[in-house]
């Protein structure tokens, strides 16, 4: 997964990313805080990420994978980008995973409007979230839904310092129009 600053109007990005190998999927967002644009494109392998000049200096997340939620074909209308920045140590960064596969995944996966989420992670312990939804509804659900997950077993609280920024986003353009898995 690459996320990147969207320069050009987003019909532009997603023509140009159309034209390449091993794209998954791709969706152009507008930041509802009136951020700069992002363009999030997930990718076969890094090698196709890396040959197409829309996506360059943007932030790698090389290890992605798909969580899968609703399963209707609607396309996307909003995006939720949740930032854990910086480097993490190998223990955080695991704690991070197994919360969000065993805990956060299972509490939103039967919310309506869910499409699913892409979770990335970065050689440097970082991590980033894009959750795909069809209403702000099912964002607030979800929302209330992992704020309402008990730790498990064995987690530590100290390893799992929330994310640092989170971007609630319009989905301006999506490619393919319904979530795919990786």
Same mark, same amino acid.
């Given at each position: ?19 390449? @190998?091993?794209?998954?999927?791709? #969706? ?10 992002? $363009?999030? @494109? ?18 790698? #997340?090389?290890?992605? !994978? ?16 949740? #930032? ?30 869910? $499409? ?9 312990? @970082? ?14 659900? @979800?929302? !209330? ?19 640092? !920024?989170?971007? $609630?986003?319009?989905? $301006? ?10």
């Amino acid at each position: 997964m690459r996320i990147t600053p969207l320069d050009s109007p987003a019909e532009h990005a997603a023509a140009e990313l159309k034209q390449h @190998s091993g794209l998954v999927s791709a #969706y152009a967002l507008r930041p509802m805080d009136q951020q700069q644009p992002v $363009l999030v @494109s997930v990718w076969e392998t890094a090698a196709y990420a890396d040959q197409a000049a829309v996506t360059a200096g943007g932030r790698k #997340y090389d290890d992605t !994978r798909f969580q899968d939620c609703d399963t209707t074909d609607a396309p996307p209308s909003y995006a939720q980008l949740v #930032y854990f920045d910086g480097s993490r140590s190998q223990a955080e960064a695991d704690a991070i995973e197994r919360a969000n596969n065993e805990r956060i995944a299972p509490a939103v996966r039967a919310i309506p409007g869910n $499409l699913g989420a892409y979770v990335g992670r970065a050689h440097d312990g @970082s991590f980033a979230v894009l959750s795909l939804t069809t209403s702000l509804q099912a964002v607030e659900d @979800s929302q !209330r839904a992992i704020m309402s997950t008990a730790l498990l077993p064995g987690e530590d609280p100290a390893l799992l310092t929330g994310p640092q !920024r989170i971007q $609630l986003a319009w989905v $301006l353009s999506a490619f393919p129009a319904t979530s795919v898995a990786v």
